[in-house]
């Protein structure tokens, strides 16, 4: 299956500061969905952006698609410590076989108080 | 929002016996559910779409009869990792979809640590 990358892998910064994550994949999609998990633990669902969307907000996070690129970002404004997870990017290409969403690799998200 | 469940949380288990995991959907009906499994710091795999009713489809390289999966209501699927190795210990997740959503929203389980000795 084809799989996004994300970038950074890792990412550390100080409560407060602005996180940003970048996620590319390879094929069309119909939407892309931000996902977080704490260590151990399921995904939540964090926010889904339609391919025909270019920038969506929710409460701290802003996230932007740019298909021509095929390319996402997911910006954390003003963290905190328990933003501390990973955060993982999954596509719903436009030619989906059962609904399926390919993951991309993840980035882990550390932010010290 | 949708509420998906998994049992057991954590199993170790002996070499060569069989592990079942149930996945289930709590206050929505499931047509679909998705198994996956992910190794420590790396991402999900997914390994089969279980469809209610009919045969799972399995990813490519995801032997269908080590990992024997089950949906036999709306509501439950099951994965049975047959005669387990210590190279099957991971985490293994499964999601559902809410057919009542307009997008592929999939809701996730808390996950089960699978440990073979």
């Known amino acids: 299956s084809q799989q996004g990358e994300e970038d950074p892998q890792a990412l550390s910064i100080q409560e407060g500061e602005n996180a940003t994550m970048n996620c590319s994949y390879k094929t069309s999609i119909n939407n892309l969905q931000w996902y977080r998990q704490n260590s151990g633990r399921g995904l939540v669902h964090l926010i889904l952006?339609?391919?025909?969307?270019r920038e969506k907000h929710s409460g701290r996070l802003r996230v932007t698609l740019d298909t021509s690129k095929k390319s996402s970002s997911l910006l954390i404004t003003a963290s905190r410590a328990a933003d501390t997870a990973s955060y993982f990017c999954a596509t719903d290409t436009l030619y989906n076989q059962g609904g399926k969403l390919i993951f991309g690799q993840g980035t882990e998200l550390s932010v010290k108080p | 929002g949708a509420v998906v469940s998994q049992h057991p949380s954590r199993v170790i288990c002996k070499s060569g016996t069989s592990v079942k995991i149930e996945c289930r959907s709590l206050d929505f009906q499931a047509t679909t559910m998705f198994w996956y499994r992910q190794f420590p710091k790396q991402s999900l795999m997914l390994m089969a779409t279980s469809n209610e009713g009919s045969k799972a489809t399995y990813e490519q390289g995801v032997e269908k009869d080590k990992f024997l999966i089950n949906h036999a209501s709306l509501t439950l699927s099951t994965l049975t990792v047959t005669s387990a190795h210590p190279e099957d210990s991971s985490f293994y997740i499964c999601?559902?979809?809410?057919?009542?959503?307009?997008?592929?929203?999939?809701?996730f389980g808390p996950g089960t640590r699978l440990t073979v000795l």
């Open positions: 952006i339609r391919s025909n969307e």
């Open positions: 999601s559902a979809s809410d057919p009542g959503k307009s997008y592929n929203e999939q809701f």
